[in-house]
């Protein structure tokens, strides 16, 4: 099993950026995929990015391409989403999430954090 806890979520405005942070407990961490979802009010969770177990591979959905920026740190447990040129539509609660297979889509994530707000004002 795996905890996740996210981190670094805020208010910022248009233009600007923000790094959220996940950190995840055990010792098995470096065997998930990790990947990053968010959900804005109103609407379904909708995917964001996700990374390899190793780092090596990593993807994003087509409306943050080129502006967010997903890494990790396996010796520390820890997986980064770094966004910039943030836009007022990216706002949304965003939650880091696990697998254990590389996967693009909500049910196959196994393991949740709680979620961290990120508002971007115009």
């Known amino acids: 099993q795996v905890q996740l806890v996210e981190s670094g979520g805020g208010l910022v405005q248009a233009g600007g950026s923000l790094r959220l942070s996940c950190a995840a407990s055990?010792?098995?961490?470096?065997?998930?995929?990790m990947g990053w979802f968010r959900q804005a009010p109103g609407k379904e969770r909708e995917f964001v990015s996700v990374?390899?177990?190793?780092?090596?591979?990593?993807y994003y959905a087509d409306s943050v391409k080129g502006r967010f920026t997903i890494s990790r740190d396996n010796a520390k447990n820890l997986v980064y989403l770094q966004m910039n040129s943030l836009k007022p539509e990216d706002t949304a609660i965003y939650y880091c999430?696990?697998?254990?297979?590389?996967?693009?889509?909500?049910?196959?994530?196994?393991?949740w954090g709680q979620g961290t707000q990120v508002t971007v004002s115009s």
């Open positions: 055990g010792r098995t961490f470096s065997r998930y995929t």
């Open positions: 999430a696990a697998a254990d297979h590389w996967a693009t889509v909500e049910y196959e994530y196994g393991y």
């Open positions: 990374i390899s177990r190793s780092g090596g591979n990593r």
